[in-house]
Nanobody
Framework: QVQVVESGGGLVQAGGSLRLSCVASGSTDSINDMGWYRQAPGKQRELVAG???????NYGASVKGRFTISRDNAKNTVYLQMNSLKPEDTAVYYC????????????WGQGTQVTVSS
């Protein structure tokens, strides 16, 4: 099993920056892809950014050019650097880690709130 814990959320003004972190623990040798999702009130959870074990990245259309995902495999950590934040980025941000344990599974963190004021 793999457990994940996010940190780094908070309140920021529009145009500001935040950096989210997600640390994985447990059977970390089995980790494959890592990613960030978000869910705003009344909306479905959506992909923000993902990064493969090899470092390939993909981003949601609304965050391309503003957010950067990275990972440190030695620390079992994935980061999300968020720049030029907008009020519409306000949401609970969740870390997701995919891993192999006989079959492919994934673990979610508890979420961290990001609030962007106008």
């Amino acid at each position: 099993q793999v457990q994940v814990v996010e940190s780094g959320g908070g309140l920021v003004q529009a145009g500001g920056s935040l950096r989210l972190s997600c640390v994985a623990s447990g059977s970390t040798d089995s980790i494959n892809d890592m990613g960030w999702y978000r869910q705003a009130p009344g909306k479905q959870r959506e992909l923000v950014a993902g990064i493969s074990s090899g470092g390939s990245t993909n981003y949601g259309a609304s965050v391309k050019g503003r957010f950067t995902i990275s990972r440190d495999n030695a620390k079992n950590t994935v980061y999300l650097q968020m720049n030029s934040l907008k009020p519409e980025d306000t949401a609970v941000y969740y870390c997701n880690v995919a891993y192999f344990a006989g079959i492919f599974k994934s673990s979610w963190g508890q979420g961290t709130q990001v609030t962007v004021s106008s």
